[in-house]
């Protein structure tokens, strides 16, 4: 058996994205990841190389972008509005 993690996460400063991370893993390690700086997926172990242009495909960029804008940011916010940590 294998477990295929994907982890999917946005930073905020007062509701204004600074970063996003998007990893794909198996096993627990970490087989590709998005760069946001260069824009672009860093294949992280050589078992990942076939998952490059499927990543890269218009159907999966097209998600990644919409994830980021539309779901991350807004999770985020629901969260720290929710939270017992927010500062008042």
Sequence with gaps: NNTMQYILGCELDDDIK?????RI????ETMIEFDEHQRHWVVQSPRAE?????VESLFWTN????????YCVDVVQKVIQNSTMKEN
């Design 18 to 22: 600074l970063n996003s991370k998007i």
């Design 63 to 70: 998600l990644r972008k919409r994830y980021v804008k539309q």
């Design 25 to 28: 893993g198996l096993d627990g």
């Design 50 to 54: 076939n998952l490059k242009p499927i």
